[in-house]
């Protein structure tokens, strides 16, 4: 992506769909039970909820949308940056960022009371990930190298080397600036690169369908709701019955708010093609000649 292919629709369509997402809860919400919910509300949104629900980009109500879309405003001047780099000024970058965001906290991480407590900021790592990505990009080649057992077997070993060195050895590597953790995801990112998934229509809705379920439960006050509702539903975690409760609360959760969002992309469409036909449609002097 080129500056001279930056526009601002795939800002406005991002910025609409976490706009629509912040508005329509928080009015539901006061209108519908706010005598009861506010109160508590108030306090988990902050001070001013009206404010957050109108600028949630601003305001940072969902921290992966804010930084989201400031990377998006600036992807375009980056892939000028990192396009611009050859390929040993590029291995180079590479290696500081991992020095500084991966090796620093690996070593010291764990004597943190938080694993990414030394830098700890979303959008910087958001960057990191940002030119990992645009690394295997340039260089797939040598990608294409690693099979798909080979990654699946990395991921999976570093994964069990968190959950041992923590549980028995009582070192916290679970950060995800932590070596290990890193290491897992980029295995696994490029295991997924090179499965030949056959194209499914389902699994494409799906997959459209994540943003919109991520904006849907993680909103202060629909999580608050939402999740309350669900812990109050389940049995005690003594119970046999916890694990299967969870898992089939979890996936009622997202498929309630996967049609709350194809709900939304229909109407949206279809005001959109009101909207086209509306505005384009010539008018009855023009059709009759009169």
């Given at each position: 992506?080129?500056?001279?292919?930056?526009?601002?629709?795939?800002?406005?369509?991002?910025?609409?769909?976490?706009?629509?997402?912040?508005?329509?809860?928080?009015?539901?919400?006061?209108?519908?039970?706010?005598?009861?919910?506010?109160?508590?509300?108030?306090?988990?949104?902050?001070?001013?909820?009206?404010?957050?629900?109108f600028f949630p980009i601003i305001s940072n109500?969902?921290?992966?949308?804010?930084?989201?879309?400031?990377?998006?405003?600036?992807?375009?001047?980056?892939?000028?940056?990192?396009?611009?780099?050859?390929?040993?000024?590029?291995?180079?970058?590479?290696?500081?960022?991992?020095?500084?965001?991966?090796?620093?906290?690996?070593?010291?991480?764990?004597?943190?009371?938080?694993?990414?407590?030394?830098?700890?900021?979303?959008?910087?790592?958001?960057?990191?990930?940002?030119?990992?990505?645009?690394?295997?990009?340039?260089?797939?080649?040598?990608?294409?190298?690693?099979?798909?057992?080979?990654?699946?077997?990395?991921?999976?070993?570093?994964?069990?080397?968190?959950?041992?060195?923590?549980?028995?050895?009582?070192?916290?590597?679970?950060?995800?600036?932590?070596?290990?953790?890193?290491?897992?995801?980029?295995?696994?990112?490029?295991?997924?690169?090179?499965?030949?998934?056959?194209?499914?229509?389902?699994?494409?809705?799906?997959?459209?369908?994540?943003?919109?379920?991520?904006?849907?439960?993680?909103?202060?006050?629909?999580?608050?709701?939402?999740?309350?509702?669900?812990?109050?539903?389940?049995?005690?975690?003594?119970?046999?019955?916890?694990?299967?409760?969870?898992?089939?609360?979890?996936?009622?959760?997202?498929?309630v708010c996967v049609v709350a969002e194809l709900?939304?992309?229909?109407?949206?469409?279809?005001?959109?093609?009101?909207?086209?036909?509306?505005?384009?449609?010539?008018?009855?002097?023009?059709?009759?000649?009169?």
């Amino acid at each position: 992506l080129s500056c001279k292919e930056f526009t601002f629709a795939r800002l406005a369509r991002l910025h609409t769909q976490v706009l629509f997402y912040s508005i329509v809860p928080f009015l539901a919400v006061m209108l519908v039970c706010s005598h009861k919910t506010v109160p508590n509300v108030w306090k988990v949104a902050g001070h001013l909820p009206a404010v957050k629900a109108f600028f949630p980009i601003i305001s940072n109500q969902w921290w992966f949308a804010t930084d989201y879309f400031v990377l998006s405003v600036f992807s375009p001047f980056i892939n000028r940056m990192l396009n611009g780099l050859a390929h040993r000024e590029f291995s180079t970058l590479i290696g500081l960022v991992f020095v500084v965001f991966v090796g620093i906290p690996t070593t010291f991480g764990h004597l943190l009371p938080k694993p990414d407590q030394w830098f700890e900021n979303n959008l910087a790592w958001f960057f990191v990930l940002y030119c990992i990505g645009a690394f295997f990009r340039r260089n797939s080649c040598l990608v294409a190298k690693c099979g798909v057992a080979l990654n699946l077997a990395i991921a999976v070993g570093c994964l069990m080397f968190v959950c041992f060195a923590f549980s028995f050895g009582g070192l916290n590597f679970r950060g995800r600036q932590q070596f290990p953790v890193v290491l897992a995801a980029a295995s696994l990112f490029l295991a997924f690169l090179r499965m030949n998934i056959r194209q499914s229509r389902f699994i494409s809705v799906l997959a459209g369908s994540s943003f919109g379920v991520y904006l849907i439960h993680d909103h202060p006050m629909m999580r608050e709701i939402i999740w309350n509702f669900v812990a109050c539903s389940f049995p005690s975690a003594a119970s046999h019955w916890f694990i299967p409760a969870s898992m089939v609360a979890i996936l009622g959760v997202y498929c309630v708010c996967v049609v709350a969002e194809l709900s939304r992309k229909t109407i949206f469409r279809c005001f959109r093609r009101y909207c086209l036909v509306k505005f384009s449609q010539p008018s009855r002097v023009d059709i009759f000649g009169n």
